[in-house]
T-cell receptor
Framework: GQQVMQIPQYQHVQEGEDFTTYCNSS?????IQWYKQRPGGHPVFLIQLVKSGEVKKQKRLTFQFGEAKKNSSLHITATQTTDVGTYFC???????????FGEGTQLTVNP | EAQVTQNPRYLITVTGKKLTVTCSQN?????MSWYRQDPGLGLRQIYY???????DKGDVPEGYKVSRKEKRNFPLILESPSPNQTSLYFC????????????????FGPGTRLLVL
């Protein structure tokens, strides 16, 4: 079945450092989504990428979708303590199909 | 307000005592799903449903049942809970457009923390 793998599992950074998490799928994806879960909270949608090679930015966050639509990355520039949480990628094999989540990357930011 | 609600939020029970966690969404979404979240294991899908009367197993369905009699409700049933089902459970819903470019954002409920003794 479809598998979505995410690395690293944990990342500790000093405030102001950059952070990147990577997502890889065993199959080509129709689209990929990213979610953020704050400690004690529930996952919240950040963004959806659809096109091959697509790059989208949200302030200090940059999201990329690979050319082959099998991998994706989330990069945070100059992390802040408000960035703390677990970041999940999730992909659909085909439009309208089951959404499969990666294991998540837990980010901690030391002030 | 658009939302996914789950009840109860917290539950302590004993091995073997049947329980149901309810999930309801008010966004007319076709897709609903249950996940369990355990430390170091991320979100693992238990069951999902593409529409009314259509359900399918996720990655960890053993020990769970679901039903989808109405579009808005997707209860999770534990017929005979065991301690290894102690976990944080999330229900989620999303629209299903069948088009890759349409946003199929998944909305999560607040979670149900279950302890099975």
């Amino acid at each position: 079945g479809q598998q979505v793998m995410q690395i690293p599992q944990y990342q500790h950074v000093q405030e102001g450092e950059d952070f990147t998490t990577y997502c890889n799928s065993s199959t080509t994806l129709s689209n990929i989504q990213w979610y953020k879960q704050r400690p004690g909270g529930h996952p919240v949608f950040l963004i959806q990428l659809v096109k091959s090679g697509e790059v989208k930015k949200q302030k200090r966050l940059t999201f990329q979708f690979g050319e082959a639509k099998k991998n994706s990355s989330l990069h945070i520039t100059a992390t802040q303590t408000t960035d703390v949480g677990t970041y999940f990628c999730a992909g659909r094999k085909t439009s309208g199909s089951r959404l499969t989540f990666g294991e998540g990357t837990q980010l901690t930011v030391n002030p | 307000e658009a939302q996914v609600t789950q009840n109860p939020r917290y539950l302590i029970t004993v091995t073997g005592k049947k329980l149901t966690v309810t999930c309801s969404q008010n966004m007319n979404h076709e897709y609903m799903s249950w996940y369990r979240q355990d430390p170091g294991l991320g979100l693992r899908q238990i069951y999902y449903s593409m529409n009314v009367e259509v359900t399918d197993k996720g990655d960890v369905p053993e020990g769970y049942k679901v039903s989808r009699k109405e579009k808005r409700n997707f209860p999770l049933i534990l017929e005979s809970p065991s301690p290894n089902q102690t976990s944080l459970y999330f229900c989620a819903s999303s629209p299903l457009s069948g088009k890759a470019y349409r946003k199929e954002t998944q909305y999560f409920g607040p979670g149900t923390r279950l302890l099975v003794l």
